[in-house]
């Protein structure tokens, strides 16, 4: 089955610094990436994903690539707020038609003021 | 977006008794949903994929007997936790699949959860 590694396990950044996780995947037959953005005991929000047949999408501070060949996709947050702070799932879809996701392993993200 | 719902948030239960968690989908019809377990600082673990009118299923290792899904409608499915034990303490999250949107229809859309507490 699919296998997604997420890095790093945590990640802290200044203020209006750049973020950026790593995720990878084994599974070449994977075609949809969703990023997730976890709040201290509240449910994981979908903040942006990306389709297989894209190499990189960007909304506002917010932007995903992938690297199919590699099987590799990050996530990078620019100009970071104190508000960014909590943790962030990837997921990888192994198939489209169940909508199934494989989550990596998370990452807290601390952004200080 | 799409608006999915859990009920309890919170429940606190004996050993040996059981819960019944639910899952709904407010806006849309929900073919497909999916039952989480989170334990603290961790990942989604996926426990189970729960058709509408057909047998849920399990991931490995989750014992389909002691956790109990029904998906009786569209929008609505059920985990029941038979039989809990401590070690059953976890938060339990829900999602939904919404069909709307064609082709691309793999997004999920996650429930609040629910803290489940066995004493």
């Known amino acids: 089955g699919e296998n997604v590694e997420q890095h790093p396990s945590t990640l802290s950044v200044q203020e209006g610094d750049s973020a950026v996780i790593k995720c990878t995947y084994s599974d070449s037959a994977s075609n949809y990436f969703p990023w997730y953005k976890q709040e201290l005991g509240k449910r994981p929000q979908l903040i942006i994903d990306?389709?297989?047949?894209?190499g990189e999408k960007k909304d506002q501070r917010i932007a995903v690539t992938l690297n199919k060949t590699a099987k590799h996709f990050s996530l990078h947050i620019t100009e970071t707020q104190p508000e960014d702070s909590a943790v962030y799932f990837c997921a990888a879809s192994i198939d489209t038609n169940a909508g199934k996701s494989t989550f990596g392993d998370g990452t807290t993200l601390t952004v200080k003021p | 977006g799409a608006v999915v719902s859990q009920h309890p948030s919170r429940v606190i239960c004996k050993s040996g008794t059981s819960v019944k968690i639910e899952c709904r989908s407010l806006d849309f019809q929900a073919t497909t949903m999916f039952w989480y377990r989170q334990f603290p600082k961790q990942s989604l673990m996926l426990m189970a994929t729960?058709?509408?009118?057909?047998?849920?299923?399990?991931e490995q290792g989750v014992e389909k007997d002691k956790f109990l899904i029904n998906h009786a409608s569209l929008t609505l499915s059920t985990l029941t936790v038979t039989s809990a034990h401590p070690e059953d303490s976890s938060f339990y999250i829900c999602?939904?699949?919404?069909?709307?949107?064609?082709?691309?229809?793999?997004?999920?859309?996650f429930g609040p959860g629910t803290r489940l507490t066995v004493l």
């Open positions: 729960s058709n509408e009118g057909s047998k849920a299923t399990y």
């Open positions: 999602s939904a699949r919404d069909p709307s949107g064609g082709a691309y229809t793999d997004t999920q859309y």
């Open positions: 990306i389709r297989s047949n894209v």
